[in-house]
């Protein structure tokens, strides 16, 4: 079953259980989805929709750090809801050891030495975890390794 399919199924199922975080996540995915496909009159496969969740993710964690600064805890709660909807869309995540497993092998197989070749590094590792990690997360563990 294609992405798109699914995320028909579960809008029409979280309508009928009335599970209105699941019903407003799919919705904005969805919507998300119908916006590129007019705008650029294609129809997205797959892998361009768990694109458009792993940003809505991004967004989403971005959101969560700005409200433990401001201590809103019941937009933490419903932030934390809506993440746990969107992961239910995307591959299985990678672990950090995976993670830095593909990142040491990378550093080592570009020939990294310094910050300067960040840039190389990125590039190359990103189609490799496309959907299973983030991008800050991958970060991190290059400037660990470099």
Do not use: C, H, W
């Amino acid at each position: 079953m294609s992405l798109k399919v699914k995320l028909q199924e579960d809008l029409k199922s979280s309508m009928k259980n009335k599970d209105i975080v699941k019903k407003s996540v799919v919705t904005l995915i969805r919507s998300a989805i119908k916006q590129l496909e007019v705008d650029n009159r294609v129809e997205l496969d797959d892998e361009q929709i768990i694109d458009i969740i792993s940003k809505q993710l991004k967004q989403r964690n971005d959101s969560l750090i700005e409200f433990e600064k401001a201590g809103r805890q019941d937009l933490m709660d419903e932030t934390k809801s809506e993440i746990q909807v969107l992961m239910e869309y995307l591959p299985q995540q990678l672990s950090e050891e995976e993670l830095e497993v593909i990142v040491i092998d990378t550093i080592s197989k570009v020939g990294a030495t310094s910050m300067k070749d960040m840039g190389k590094i990125m590039s190359e590792i990103k189609p490799k975890v496309v959907g299973r990690a983030d991008g800050r997360k991958i970060n991190e563990l290059v400037k660990k390794n470099l």
